[in-house]
Each structure stands twice: as C-alpha cells, then as structure tokens.
C-alpha cells in the first residue's frame, strides 16, 4: 500500500499523536493545513454540492423521502460488506473474494431456506460459511506467506465456480419465510431495517477498531509488520482474525442480502466487488487521511450511492455507474498519494 494510505507509524501512540498527516497542519504552517483541511473534508463538501446540485436539478424526483428510503435501504448491505473490507486493508491485505463470498453465503442461505431449514439456522450456516471462508484465507496468507491479492482472487474464482454449479446460475427464490422478506422490505419510523442493522454493525467495527487492544494492533501490523512482531504482537494470529472477522460479516451480509432480495442470486457478487473497494479507498482519504475509517467508509459509499442514483435520475445509462466507480476508485488512489506525498515533503 501508498505511505498515504499506511496506517498510523507507531503502535503505542496511535490514539494520542494521530498519522503523520493529521499531524501535519501542527508542523508544516498554512500551506500544509489549507492541503489538509482539503483532504479531510473535501469529500464532505463535494457530498454536499451532489446534494445541492441534483436537487436544484431534479426537484420533484431527486430530494425526496422515496428515493432517500431507496439508496439507504439498498446500500445497506454494501455498506455493511465494505465495513467488512476494511478490516484486511488496515493490517495490508487485501480481499478480493469478498463478492464471490457475499454470493455464496446469500445461496446457502436461500438454498437451506427452500428445503426447509429454520431460519436461524440457515442464517448461522451463512454466517459460518463466510467464517469458514475467511479462515481459509487467512490460513493461506499468514500461515503460508501467499500474496493476499493471489490468494483472494483464487478463492473469489472458486468460489464463483462452485455457486454457478450448484445453481445452475438460477436465482433461489422459493421457499423464503415471508419474516425474512418482509424485514428485508420493511421499515421503522419511515428508515428501512436494513439501515438500522448497519447501524449496529458500523457501531461494533467502529467500536473493535478504534477503542479495542485488536483494533490498534491491526493498524500496527499495517504500518510495519516487523516492528509489530518485535513488540510482542501475534502477527500471524491477527490476520487470520481479521480475515475470519470479515467472512463472517460477509456471510452475515449474504443473510441481509436474502432478505433484501427475496431470494439469492448467484451473479450478486460481480455488482459488488468493485463499489465496495471503490468506497474503501474513497473512505480512506477522507476525515482521518491515510486510514481506513468507519466514518470515512460509510461516507464513501453513501456519497458515490447518491451521485449514482442522480445520474440513474437524470436520464444517464446504467453503464455510467460502472465508470464512475472505477473512476472514483482510480481518483481516490491518486489523490491520497499526491497529497501524502506533498504533506511528507517527499
């Protein structure tokens, strides 16, 4: 990964000190804190002018209660998957499996649903199948020193194989309690439920990542895996963790997603791969520069959500969301390096 989007240098001052671009402004005078101030909230005020602009532009269809309730309720779940991403990405590892696991976790799901299984079981099995996932991923990458880019896209590729074999590429959607869609559907106080999960979920990884002993250990086994080893932490140990950690938030996901739609969908995980990676590095130049942050990844994603369905709104055609998601991932890159680059003095 970039030095801007390395996590904080020094595993025993992280909370109190900040990164070295946070810290910036404080060293640097006015022309590092004008670039900083840009970089932590240009972001917000951008989210802002979208805001603004397609409301004055489409008035009757963009600014209303509908279509606040439609992107909320249905970016939910990825929010909730690139919530999940995150976590790899704060130690240096990336998951790129993470759609084909969402896929799999929403059929076994659905699959267990239609032959009759209870609900809470054939949602535990879902939770656990991406658990399962995960481990094996971690395995892989820590305890036989794999590339996690290697080794996720292996796995996102059999695990693709396996969910079109064992569906036919037909979506499942027989069987589904009609508990389980109509909490997919329903709302509370005019928000969808599904709002309300991610809600807690954004809570929990906030709360493990920042205010827990694990969550400042994976931002030190990001910044510098050797420094890490050498104060005592179990590198190996929190990778797999954090791999496990994102499978099961995944499987859960693929629950989420089964409610959502009604049923699963085999090809679900291509629609997913490249927004959620594109909102986890947008996140990361965002409120905290240079780390991946619950805020600035919820942020991310409801930012690119909202220009999309402008767009979808204004006429555009629906292969301009793909452009612009790999734009904004392409962007998100570029910018954090130019402006870590120009904070550093390097």
Not at 100 to 109: F, P, Q
Not at 195 to 217: C, N
């Amino acid at each position: 990964m970039s030095e801007a989007l390395d996590p904080v240098r020094d595993p025993t001052a992280a909370q109190d000190r900040g990164t070295p671009a946070e810290r910036a402004p404080l060293a640097g005078g006015g022309g590092r804190g004008v670039a900083m101030t840009l970089q932590r909230y240009g972001l917000v005020v951008l989210f802002a002018l979208v805001l603004i602009g397609f409301s004055a532009l489409l008035p009757e269809s963009f600014p209303t209660a509908a279509n606040f309730r439609n992107i909320t309720a249905s970016q939910s779940v990825l929010a909730i998957v690139t919530l999940a991403a995150i976590i790899p990405l704060i130690c240096g590892h990336f998951d790129l499996s993470i759609g084909a696991e969402l896929a799999i976790s929403s059929i076994a799901t659905a699959s267990l649903l239609s032959h009759g299984t209870p609900l809470w079981a054939a949602s535990l099995a879902g939770i656990v199948l991406g658990a399962a996932i995960g481990l094996c991923n971690g395995l892989m990458v820590a305890r036989l020193g794999v590339n996690a880019l290697i080794t996720t896209l292996g796995v996102a590729s059999i695990l693709t194989g396996l969910t079109i074999k064992s569906t036919d590429g037909q979506s499942i959607v027989t069987g589904i309690p009609e508990s389980l869609t109509d909490f997919g559907s329903g709302a509370w106080f005019g928000l969808p439920h599904t709002l309300y999960v991610l809600a807690v979920v954004a809570l929990g990884v906030w709360y493990l990542l920042e205010h827990t002993p694990v969550g400042r250990e994976l931002h030190a086994v990001g910044a510098n895996p050797i420094a890490a080893r050498l104060v005592g932490i179990r590198v190996d140990r929190l990778v797999i963790l954090a791999f496990v950690t994102t499978g099961a938030l995944v499987g859960f996901a693929g629950v989420l997603q089964v409610a959502r739609q009604g049923g699963g969908n085999p090809q679900i995980g291509v629609a997913f791969q490249l927004p959620v990676l594109s909102s986890a590095f947008l996140g990361a130049t965002t409120i905290h520069p240079g780390r991946f942050t619950v805020p600035g990844t919820l942020l991310a994603v409801f930012f690119l959500a909202t220009s999309v369905s402008g767009l979808a709104l204004a006429g555009v055609d629906s292969w301009v969301e793909y452009v612009f998601n790999g734009a904004a991932l392409i962007i998100a890159v570029v910018v954090s390096t130019v402006l870590g680059r120009r904070l550093s003095g390097t």
